[in-house]
């Protein structure tokens, strides 16, 4: 799987994907978008600000949040190459402005509380025993990961059992094919609750509820469906 990222850049959203139930035919509709946007403001109200495709050094910075811990800044500084490499007499001065940098940063994630990530996934064959296609980038053991500052993050699904199925009426199931390559890629747009997190060394987890997520070929663009994880 493959994260979009910025350079130590964040963009802040209370903007988030909504939809009511899977829509096989991931039609934008005007009525359909009303919805999501409602159903996006109540996650933002419940659960904070959401960052949008944030970089690693961001995740890094909401890890530390989360888990109410002080982040090693004095180590940060001295491994920035902008502070390893710099004359001698310039070293102190690198050192404050670098310092001020990753605190600004670290104070940005405050009150988040959701994450809005594009991923790269794959779609599995249609089960008509089941009546459902899997997407396993979703499945419970599935997880985006973050390298940055040292540090190595992941992000994982609590309700990746639940989130992977996408229900669909076999009739659909044809057409629904025919929108994705015959490797099955698609691009996720998925909003995501931050549960918890879970420290490690080196790292450690930040786990996630998927609440929605848009799915699109990913050659092609094509709108595949949106699914909100447990409802019909």
């Known amino acids: 799987m493959r994260t979009y990222f910025g350079f130590m850049s964040t963009v802040l959203s209370a903007f988030l994907l909504g939809a009511c139930g899977a829509q096989a ?22 659960t904070g600000r959401a960052l949008v495709n944030p970089d690693a050094s961001t995740m890094v910075f909401l ?8 982040p090693p800044f004095d180590n940060w500084v001295e491994d920035d190459n902008r502070v390893k490499f710099a004359p001698a007499p310039e070293k102190a001065a690198k050192r404050v402005a670098v310092r001020e940098e990753l605190q600004s940063a670290a104070a940005s994630v405050k009150g988040v509380g959701a994450l809005r990530l594009t991923v790269d996934a794959n779609l599995s064959d249609y089960d008509p025993t089941y009546g459902e296609f899997t997407v396993r980038a979703l499945a419970p053991s599935s997880v985006v990961t973050f390298n940055a500052l040292g540090q190595k993050l992941s992000v994982s699904f609590a309700n990746g059992r639940t989130a992977q199925i996408w229900r669909v009426p076999a009739a659909q199931a044809q057409a629904i094919r025919d929108k994705v390559s015959t490797s099955g890629s698609i691009e996720l747009d998925v909003l995501l609750a931050i549960d918890s997190v879970l ?13 929605e997520y848009e799915m699109r070929g990913a050659r092609n663009g094509l709108a595949i469906g949106r699914v909100k994880p447990g409802q019909p």
Request: no cysteine.
């Open 63 to 70: 890890y530390y949040e989360l888990a109410k811990m002080t």
């Open 25 to 46: 035919d991931g039609a934008a509709a005007t009525a359909s978008t009303a919805s999501g946007s409602a159903a996006a403001a109540a996650v933002a109200q419940k």
């Open 199 to 211: 420290p490690g060394p080196g790292g450690g987890s930040i786990v996630t509820n998927v609440i």
